[in-house]
């Protein structure tokens, strides 16, 4: 079973930084695709997951949370030899804040790409419900019974892929997999201590109809930011925009 695109094993000296991409809901290593060979060309060494359940993993629905998801980028940290700039896409932004909250020490900086931050007990889940201007607010599917969530098949296209090339929206849109729902229901556990001392950085994308950009900026002001950035791109920057997303991932790694 596949569980890292690209993965790069030479963690040696001439590798400027080591880049761990983690993906968001219903999504999977594959979509960064488009961003893994523009790193690995600069120089840095690229990881990228697929979380339990999404991508090409297949574990059970019933046995993924927010640990589980937490233990997979953590176990893959642990094992690199230096500390990573750890990069969160929307849901992925809680998984990446929870594991700086565990192993702080193995992260250089945490970057934030149109993603979720809660604070300390909140869940990513009443941030989404709370944010009307989102079309995945208004298109969500919920089956508590399957204790998944999906959205409506007609708006996948504009909400995650508005700016993106047909083809590349279409690919995606094939790949997408059913979302766990535990992760989203579960309280952060957050310390000053910890999860506190990380550099934190923010990318915000302005015409994002999957986070609006009303709750982003909330999500910035939850962060207390290093630094912070704009692009003018949709919810999929990895794919409308990847050579200026990966200039900022640059930009803001270089700046530790």
């Known amino acids: ?24 809901a219903w999504h999977g290593a594959w979509c960064w695709e488009k961003v893994v060979p523009l790193l690995t060309a600069a120089g840095h060494a690229v990881h990228s997951p697929d979380l339990p359940g999404l991508g090409e993993d297949n574990t059970p629905i019933a046995e993924i949370g927010l640990d ?14 230096r500390p990573v700039v750890l990069v969160g896409h929307s849901m992925g932004g809680v998984v990446i804040t929870q594991t700086a909250e565990l192993i702080p020490d193995r992260i250089d900086t945490l970057i934030y790409l149109t993603a979720f931050s809660p604070k300390h007990g909140e869940t990513l889940l009443q941030y989404s419900l709370e944010d009307t ?18 959205i409506t098949n007609t708006a996948l296209r504009e909400c995650f892929y508005d700016l993106c090339a047909e083809d ?20 952060l556990r957050l310390s000053q201590a910890k999860y506190g001392r990380v550099r934190r950085c923010y990318i915000e994308c302005s015409a994002d109809r999957a986070i609006s950009p009303t709750l982003q900026r909330r999500m910035k002001n ?18 409308s925009c990847p050579q200026a997303l990966v ?10």
Do not use: C, W
Request: proline fraction near 4%.
């Open 168 to 187: 590349d929206a279409q690919q995606a849109i094939q790949r997408l997999r059913p979302q766990a729902l535990a992760p989203l229901a579960a309280p």
């Open 133 to 150: 201007e989102s079309l995945v607010s208004q298109h969500k599917q919920i089956d508590e019974d399957e204790g998944i969530l999906t």
């Open 1 to 24: 079973m596949l569980y890292f695109l690209n993965f790069r094993q030479n963690m040696n000296e001439q590798n400027k930084h080591i880049f761990v991409l983690v993906h968001g």
């Open 247 to 256: 200039e900022i991932l640059i930009d803001m790694a270089d700046k530790v």
């Open 68 to 81: 589980s998801y937490v233990q997979r980028v953590s176990e893959l940290i642990n094992g690199i030899g």
């Open 222 to 239: 939850n962060a207390a930011l290093a630094a912070s950035s704009v692009l003018d791109a949709d919810h999929s920057p990895f794919y």
